[in-house]
């Protein structure tokens, strides 16, 4: 992506359909890259806890499924002075340990309801 697209500002603020909150905190592409990184932690740390016998809920407290989207805003602020390239990075290295550790699992492990 040229430079100067990775910070181009997004505005969505005059499409009145669009009305979820990432439609307004989200507003370049780091911050999205972000947002990804971030929920790749996520993940990684549920498995991992799960798997070493700790059973752990996906999102962390004060968290919640009703709650999750303060938990975004935090991600957002946690993360307004990481630049592009950081951000990226970041990205990639998650992207990877999730690919890696997905294929450590059968298709039985992902896909059975309620195997572990």
């Given at each position: 992506?040229?430079?100067?697209?990775?910070?181009?500002?997004?505005?969505?603020?005059n499409d009145p359909k669009l009305k979820e909150a990432h439609w307004a905190r989200d507003k370049n592409i780091c911050d999205i890259l972000i947002h990804l990184f971030e929920w790749h932690q996520l993940l990684l740390k549920w498995i991992e806890a799960n798997l070493s016998?700790?059973?752990?809920?996906?999102?962390?407290?004060?968290?919640?499924?009703k709650t999750y989207g303060d938990m975004n805003?935090?991600?957002?602020?946690?993360?307004?002075?990481?630049?592009?390239e950081d951000a990226n990075s970041m990205l990639h290295a998650?992207?990877?340990?999730?690919?890696?550790?997905?294929?450590?699992?059968?298709?039985?492990?992902?896909?059975?309801?309620?195997y572990y």
């Open positions: 992506m040229p430079g100067d697209a990775q910070s181009i500002i997004f505005d969505f603020s016998g700790e059973s752990k809920p996906f999102l962390p407290q004060p968290y919640n499924w805003i935090r991600f957002f602020e946690k993360h307004q002075a990481t630049s592009y998650t992207h990877n340990k999730v690919i890696e550790l997905i294929e450590t699992f059968t298709d039985e492990e992902l896909f059975t309801k309620k």
